[in-house]
């Protein structure tokens, strides 16, 4: 695999636990356009993509839920626990995987990408890469993180620790590594001087393609929040949930590796914000707060308009609006901006379902619109 993009490619790696996606997010802020290779690998299996049929034909029938789908949990847990299986997996997938990044490389309108891959280091992804990052943990920083995060027992961390090449030969490796031991806010420092330093004309420049005209008195302007927002984005969600969320400048940095925000201001004043995220190339909102004295209509339509194109610079193929309360009933408005009610099971394609289970919450509201039609992988 070559880069005759000209793009600036880093390449992340680590092994579990080590904060991959969490620095992953944290490229995007900067202005990177970022790639989830693992993410990118269940979609060259789901039902009609590239490598479902192979997957089958290699396995068995046996790994077929009843919707048609592979297992995920089957699956892997055939193949963590065999590494003849593994090998045969990687060998569907790995290319497969390798066509979609080079699509999504080459359609990309950012000069930098990173691809986030836990093995990089062992395939084709890695000959692409100008930069080799790593991030690196301690042991039981890891086994801490999966006890707490995914529910792991102590003897089930160490085995799937146990399973990964060593960390210490990708740090031998690594151009830059990131050691993930404290705070967001330290791992934020940390990422933003190795990006100045590695990145070819690097700077914390606003994550935009497209020149804006001048904003008149009266009308709102809706912009992605950096982490120097934090303390103004806990003080309104604080207020305007009335006490119910709770939040600190701490607790927004420590979001910003999850997700991020784009804030609505009317004549400089911050009016309104939207908790948002690309992730497996599908748009989750699920955060949406504005002042009680702003014309709800407008205030929204260009919260969500900024969070399309903002979207659309990530490739994203749909956008998933999870409204609560009095946004639901704005039903008018969300059919001009192209949304329909649904449920996740009626989505169709497995990444969107996936997205919408995941975000869903009680008493709340799936609104859906599809973004683009050109998908990566899409069934054949």
Known sequence: MSNPSGKFVIGLTGNIATGKSVVRRMFEHLGAYTIDADA???????????????VIDTFGKWLVNKD??????????????????????????HPLVRQAAEILIKRAPQQVIVIEAIKLLEGDLRKVCNSIWVTNAPQEVQIERLIRKRGFTRERALE?????????????????????????D?????????????????????????????????EFLAKRGKPKNSSAIAEFVTRLSKGKRKM?????????????????????QLVGLAGWQVENLVTRTTDIFLEETVNKQKALETLIKEVERASSELQSEASLVFAMN?????????????????????????????????????????LFKQLRQDRVLRPI
């Open 68 to 93: 048609g789908e592979i297992d995920r949990n089957k699956l892997g847990n055939l193949v963590f626990n065999d590494r003849d299986a593994m090998a045969q997996l990687e060998e569907i997938v």
């Open 40 to 54: 990118l690998t269940h979609r060259t299996y789901a039902k009609g993509a590239p490598g479902y049929q192979q």
């Open 186 to 218: 330290a791992l934020w420092r940390q990422v933003s001087a190795a990006w100045k330093e590695v990145v070819p004309g690097a700077g914390e420049a606003e994550t935009e393609t497209i020149k804006r005209p001048a904003i008149k008195s009266g």
């Open 326 to 366: 009095e946004l639901i009933a704005q039903e008018s408005l969300w059919k001009q901006l192209g949304y329909e009610r649904r449920t996740p099971e009626t989505l169709g394609v497995q990444a969107w379902k996936d997205a919408a289970i995941e975000s869903m919450s009680t008493g709340g509201a799936l």
């Open 248 to 268: 600190t400048a701490e607790d927004v940095m420590e979001d910003f590796g999850d997700k991020a925000y784009m804030l609505l201001h009317l004549d400089a």
């Open 160 to 184: 799937r620790i146990h399973m990964q090449s060593a960390q210490s030969a990708k740090v031998a490796i690594a151009n830059i590594v990131i050691t993930n031991t404290g705070s967001y």
